[in-house]
């Protein structure tokens, strides 16, 4: 079906990160895995918590809204989730690898917040009200995480990934 409203719009977008989040619940786990450092290990297991709780505000937007999600599958993530996993396949656990996984990682982030966004303006263009806040939430956290990564490749990881290189 063809989306025609902006009603439409909202469901189709909601149904995407929906899926793309989803997603994350079982690609974070195997970042978490993959990661040498385990402040970042950390990270993507506390990541994979707050994951979990914003499916559980996608199914309450949709709970408040009496919608129903399309069952789609969102192309971009699984093209993410695809690089992230060929970034573990081809580079040895280390420093190195962590760089490259708070690289990926900030891309999905930057991903979700495009998304959160989206979700935002039509839900307040389309008067669902109730739905904002539980959105705002999800972006919120989504916004923390990108800093945190971006935290994280500035402490150690960086410089041990730059030395591991001129070894």
Known sequence: MAVKTVAELFV??????YSAEKQ???SLPRMARAAADQHLAQAFLDH????RGQVERIDEVVELL?????????????GLVEEGKDLIDEIDK??????????AAQ????????SYNTLITLAKKLGYSPAVPLLEASLAEEKATDEKL????????????AAAGKA
Request: hydrophobic share 45%; net charge negative; proline share 2%.
């Open 107 to 114: 891309k999905v982030e930057h991903y979700e917040i495009a």
């Open 94 to 103: 280390g420093p190195v690898l962590d760089v490259a996984l708070i690289g």
């Open 66 to 78: 009496n919608l129903k999600l399309k069952r789609i599958k969102c192309a971009a993530m699984e």
């Open 24 to 26: 994350m619940t079982k």
């Open 12 to 17: 189709h977008e909601l149904s995407d990160t």
């Open 48 to 51: 994979l918590e707050e994951t």
């Open 150 to 161: 971006s935290q994280l490749g500035q402490a150690a990881a960086i410089e041990d990934a």
